[in-house]
Each structure stands twice: as structure tokens, then as C-alpha cells.
């Protein structure tokens, strides 16, 4: 048997779902869209961590690796070119830094790498807060030959030994030895600053300066010198006339 709708709208399929009521229409429309609509972001405390605070950031750990090892080299580098002790005050200005303390610590740092190595080339950290770079003392013999010193010819350098090792000395004793010409290599001994007048009672006599000791990698302390000097100046010493 026919159903009537059917009859009357032969187009129709049974199939068909049946259009929304006005009532239906009403209800989908009226929807809160409180759930397809984003909260306040600045609200959530996610946001907040996203808000960067203001400055630099600090220099990841490889960056501040770099900058110590560069400092380092450079250190290095200073202390060869040198060919002198540096204080602290010049290996500041070659790190561009003011601290002090991070120049020597720095420095120290370098004296323990030098002595790991077991080179033959030393770091010491000398009085004054004064680092410098020399050959350790016993291959200084096996390389003086080699050691280009500006200014110091036979002549000088035989004076300047014999000051060294019977130091404190008068200039007349040293002329008296050493001859007329002893003058001209005390003057410029003087003017280099290896060695120093200095006030003995009532005489003036002549010692080399802690500069001396730096320029050929000694000791400070005169005893100490004066032991290094055999080793050194050996030959030279053998030339010399007893005081």
C-alpha cells in the first residue's frame, strides 16, 4: 500500500532526513562561542613566561670559553714578544680589563699549563706582581750561544760579569781590573739598567738591578745569583783577576 505523502509528491525519497524545525534553528544560532573564542593571552601565566625580561642575555658557556682561551694566547703572546717580565698593570691593558685580579689569576693559570708541559720554557710570577717568560735555568747553558741579547758585545758583557758576581764593587776597583775602558761599559750598563750606583757607607759602589736578574732569567736573592752566574758566565768569570 502507498503511503499518501508519497502519492501526492512522487519525488520524494523515503530517505530523505527532515529539514531542522524553526525551533532548532533558533537553538544552533543562540550557541555560546565562549569555546571557539580565545582567552586573554596576557591573562595566562604561560604568556607571562614568554615575556623576556629586558638586557643582554648572558654568553652561553662556549662563548665564554672562547673569550678565557683568547685572553689566554694573548697573555701568551705578550709575555714572548716581551722578552721582559710585564706587571700586571700591561697584561691588564693587553686583556683590555681592569681587574687585577683576574689578569693574575689568568697569569697563574698559564704558570701551571707551562709546568704540565714539562717544557723547557717557564711562566714565573715574580715580586712586584710581574709575570715573565724565560728558558728554565738549567738549559740556559746549553743555549746561550743562541741568545741574542741587543748591545752586549764581548767587552761589556765581561764587565757587566764581573760586577755581578763580586757585587757591591767600586767603580775603581772595576776600572782597575777591568781597564780605562771600563768607563764606556759602565756608562752604558747604566743606561741599560743592569746595573746601579748605590751608597755604601761612605762609597758609592755599583750592583746590578732586579732588572738584571730578569733580563738574564736569575734569581733575585745575590747568593742564588751568584751560583747561576758560574753556570752562566763561567768562561768569563775564569778571565777576571781576583778582587
Same mark, same amino acid.
Given at each position: 500500500?502507498?503511503?499518501?505523502?508519497?502519492?501526492?509528491?512522487?519525488?520524494?525519497?523515503?530517505?530523505?532526513?527532515?529539514?531542522?524545525?524553526?525551533?532548532?534553528?533558533?537553538?544552533?544560532?543562540?550557541?555560546?562561542?565562549?569555546?571557539?573564542?580565545?582567552?586573554?593571552?596576557?591573562?595566562?601565566?604561560?604568556?607571562?613566561?614568554?615575556?623576556?625580561?629586558?638586557?643582554?642575555?648572558?654568553? !652561553?658557556?662556549? $662563548?665564554?670559553? /672562547?673569550?678565557?682561551?683568547?685572553? &689566554? @694566547? %694573548?697573555?701568551?703572546? =705578550?709575555?714572548?714578544?716581551?722578552?721582559?717580565?710585564?706587571?700586571?698593570?700591561?697584561?691588564?691593558?693587553?686583556?683590555?680589563?681592569?681587574?687585577?685580579?683576574?689578569?693574575?689569576?689568568?697569569?697563574?693559570?698559564?704558570?701551571?699549563?707551562?709546568?704540565?708541559?714539562? !717544557?723547557?720554557? $717557564?711562566?714565573? /710570577?715574580?715580586?712586584?706582581?710581574? &709575570? @715573565? %717568560?724565560?728558558?728554565? =735555568?738549567?738549559?740556559?747553558?746549553?743555549?746561550?750561544?743562541?741568545?741574542?741579547?741587543?748591545?752586549?758585545?764581548?767587552?761589556?758583557?765581561?764587565?757587566?760579569?764581573?760586577?755581578?758576581?763580586?757585587?757591591?764593587?767600586?767603580?775603581?776597583?772595576?776600572?782597575?781590573?777591568?781597564?780605562?775602558?771600563?768607563?764606556?761599559?759602565?756608562?752604558?750598563?747604566?743606561? %741599560?739598567?743592569?746595573? =746601579?750606583?748605590?751608597?755604601?757607607?761612605?762609597?758609592?759602589?755599583?750592583?746590578?738591578?732586579?732588572?738584571?736578574?730578569?733580563?738574564?732569567?736569575?734569581?733575585?736573592?745575590?747568593?742564588?745569583?751568584?751560583?747561576?752566574?758560574?753556570?752562566?758566565?763561567?768562561?768569563?768569570?775564569?778571565?777576571?783577576?781576583?778582587?
Amino acid at each position: 500500500m502507498i503511503n499518501s505523502n508519497q502519492a501526492t509528491n512522487p519525488n520524494s525519497s523515503p530517505e530523505q532526513e527532515p529539514a531542522p524545525s524553526a525551533t532548532q534553528e533558533a537553538t544552533v544560532q543562540t550557541q555560546p562561542e565562549q569555546a571557539t573564542s580565545p582567552r586573554n593571552v596576557s591573562e595566562t601565566p604561560f604568556a607571562e613566561s614568554q615575556n623576556p625580561k629586558s638586557g643582554p642575555e648572558p654568553p !652561553s658557556e662556549t $662563548e665564554a670559553d /672562547e673569550k678565557r682561551r683568547h685572553n &689566554f @694566547v %694573548m697573555l701568551e703572546a =705578550a709575555l714572548y714578544v716581551a722578552g721582559r717580565p710585564l706587571d700586571v698593570n700591561e697584561i691588564c691593558s693587553v686583556l683590555n680589563t681592569r681587574s687585577k685580579k683576574k689578569a693574575q689569576q689568568l697569569g697563574r693559570e698559564l704558570i701551571a699549563e707551562y709546568a704540565a708541559k714539562k !717544557s723547557a720554557i $717557564e711562566i714565573l /710570577e715574580l715580586k712586584d706582581e710581574r &709575570f @715573565v %717568560m724565560q728558558v728554565k =735555568a738549567e738549559f740556559t747553558p746549553l743555549v746561550k750561544k743562541l741568545v741574542n741579547r741587543p748591545l752586549l758585545s764581548s767587552g761589556p758583557l765581561k764587565t757587566l760579569s764581573y760586577i755581578a758576581y763580586r757585587q757591591p764593587i767600586t767603580s775603581k776597583r772595576v776600572i782597575e781590573v777591568r781597564g780605562q775602558h771600563a768607563y764606556g761599559h759602565v756608562k752604558l750598563l747604566r743606561e %741599560m739598567g743592569l746595573v =746601579a750606583p748605590e751608597r755604601n757607607g761612605r762609597q758609592i759602589v755599583l750592583k746590578t738591578t732586579d732588572y738584571f736578574a730578569d733580563y738574564f732569567g736569575l734569581q733575585q736573592d745575590t747568593s742564588s745569583m751568584k751560583r747561576d752566574l758560574k753556570r752562566i758566565f763561567g768562561e768569563t768569570l775564569k778571565d777576571e783577576p781576583p778582587p
